[in-house]
């Protein structure tokens, strides 16, 4: 029997793409985690104020410039360079950043990254994307909880996330706790969706064989729970 590969059991969705998720933000930082759609360098870039003008081609300028020229302040970015070796991903630690302020963010590159795709900014051209550090004294805050919030659907709905959204806006929470199960490898029994933990039990010998060297490799129980 072949071994199967997993990836031929995944359910045709959407994948992730370009994204961004702002975590920790305290007083005076703040850390951001980017992924990209392509490898290549990449400039995170922060201002107090909203970025405007051609955030598609940035005016044929520099970052540096472009940013200068918009009374932003030019030093306010970081470079990395993605690869496929960290699934096109990083995290930014913001530093040096005021108390109680809101900051914009973007993802742009010095030159284009793509013949194909011509825009210079990846993260914060269409939709504002922001965080706001906290106060030195916050005597009153909102946040938002959640937890172990099922990712997994048979059409795409976007499930209660939108309404979740509009509720944290609102109420102006200053941060969002994602508590329980974040990481999902097992799923519920549906024919949509596949076990990742059925998949290694048929497949377990297949396993031992691709990929066991001098080890001995024993078969073992173990239990789950969600």
């Known amino acids: 029997m072949a071994l199967v590969d997993p990836r031929n059991n995944e359910y045709d969705v959407n994948k992730l793409n370009t994204a961004s998720i702002v975590g920790h933000v305290d007083t ?72 109680n302020t809101t900051y914009y963010y973007y993802l742009m590159s010095q030159k284009l990254v793509s013949r194909s795709l011509w825009r210079r900014t990846e993260i914060g051209y269409q939709k504002t994307f922001s ?23 048979a059409n795409n709905s976007l499930g209660a996330w939108p309404l979740f959204l509009n509720r944290a806006t609102d109420a102006n929470v200053r941060f969002v706790i994602g508590g329980g199960d974040q990481v999902y490898v097992d799923c519920q029994e549906n024919k949509y969706f596949p076990d990742i933990w059925e998949w290694l039990q048929n497949n377990k ?4 064989q691709a990929y066991e060297k001098k080890e001995s490799y024993k078969a073992r129980s173990s239990t789950r729970t969600c």
Not at 91 to 96: R, V, Y
Not at 133 to 145: E, H, I, L, R, Y
């Open 205 to 208: 010998d297949e396993l031992i």
């Open 131 to 153: 965080f706001t550090t906290m106060a030195q004294v916050m005597p009153n805050f909102s946040f938002g909880f959640y937890s172990c919030h099922d990712p997994f659907n």
């Open 28 to 99: 005076d930082s703040a850390r951001i985690w980017i992924r990209v759609y392509k490898a290549g360098e990449w400039t995170l870039v922060w201002s107090e104020r909203k970025l405007e003008g051609d955030l598609f081609s940035l005016d044929g300028k520099t970052i540096e410039q472009f940013l200068a020229d918009q009374g932003a302040d030019p030093q306010n970015t970081i470079v990395h360079k993605f690869s496929d070796g960290s699934d096109l991903t990083s995290t930014f630690d913001i530093t040096s950043l005021k108390p």
